[in-house]
């Protein structure tokens, strides 16, 4: 039982590639959340999906896509990265919305 | 919006004594959980205590309880007997649980347990 995974661990990018990240759970929870972690903010929302097929903004959701179309896997899509973009990014899952979520390790993206 | 204030941004505190990290949210919901999840240098996030806003008694979890006091808006994560290995940052957050699904986060509270 592996848990919540992210590929890659990590990653550097010059402004305007594009990249995905990938993340995986094998606790067939409902719910899975994309956040991003910048230093003395704590963490933020970026998007999330409440099911297979369905995807909703965050907070912070602008310069991002997402898709889940298998309820295992949630994808983050950069499409042009910005230097704003450098961050430690999580996935998480919970099994419904008032339960705990269960992060994955994150990803530490660079964008140059 | 929800809103969760850490006003500390760091702390010491000697191997085996008692640790209060403090917390303090704002909303308009009745109905939230709130979180504290622990940040190790490794980086991962885990989970270690939640309190539902409906919960009468404080949750407690082996070495941590939280410090519930709802009309002052305050969930204080307490570690007993603290361990070198607590040293962490936490993490207190709040959810919604009638119209949400966003965990807000506090900006932490780093904690280094000194032998």
Request: proline residues 3%.
């Given at each position: ?10 990653r ?33 929302l970026?998007?999330?999906?409440v ?5 909703a903004?965050g907070?912070?959701p602008d ?5 889940r179309?298998k ?8 499409e042009?990265?910005?230097?704003s973009?450098t961050?430690?990014?999580f996935?998480?899952s ?19 | 919006?929800?809103k ?11 191997e ?37 806003s409906?919960?009468e008694?404080n ?7 939280l ?23 936490y993490?207190?957050?709040m ?11 506090g ?9």
């Open positions: 039982n592996a848990g919540v995974t992210q590929t890659p661990k990590f550097v990018l010059k402004t305007g590639q594009s990249m995905t990240l990938l993340c995986a759970q094998d606790m067939n929870h409902e719910y899975m959340y994309w956040y991003r972690q910048d230093p003395g903010m704590g963490l933020r970026i998007h999330y999906s099911g297979e097929g369905t995807t903004k907070e912070v310069g991002y896509n997402v898709s179309l309820k295992q896997n949630f994808l983050l899509g950069l042009s990265a910005a230097p973009q961050s430690v990014y996935c998480a919970s099994y419904g919305r008032t339960r705990e979520q269960y992060f994955g390790p994150g990803t530490r993206l660079t964008v140059t | 919006a929800q969760i204030t850490q006003t500390q941004p760091g702390m010491f505190v000697q085996k004594e008692a640790v209060t990290l403090d917390c303090t949210y704002d909303t308009s919901d009745q109905s939230y959980g709130l979180f504290w999840y622990k940040q190790p240098s490794s980086g991962e996030m885990i989970f270690l205590i939640y309190q539902g409906y919960d008694q949750a407690t979890e082996g070495r941590y309880s410090n519930f006091q709802k009309a002052r808006k305050s969930a204080n994560l307490v570690i007993s007997a603290s361990q070198l290995g607590d040293s962490a940052m993490f207190c957050a959810r919604s649980l009638s119209n949400d699904y966003k965990l807000s986060f900006a932490g509270t780093t904690v280094t347990v000194r032998a």
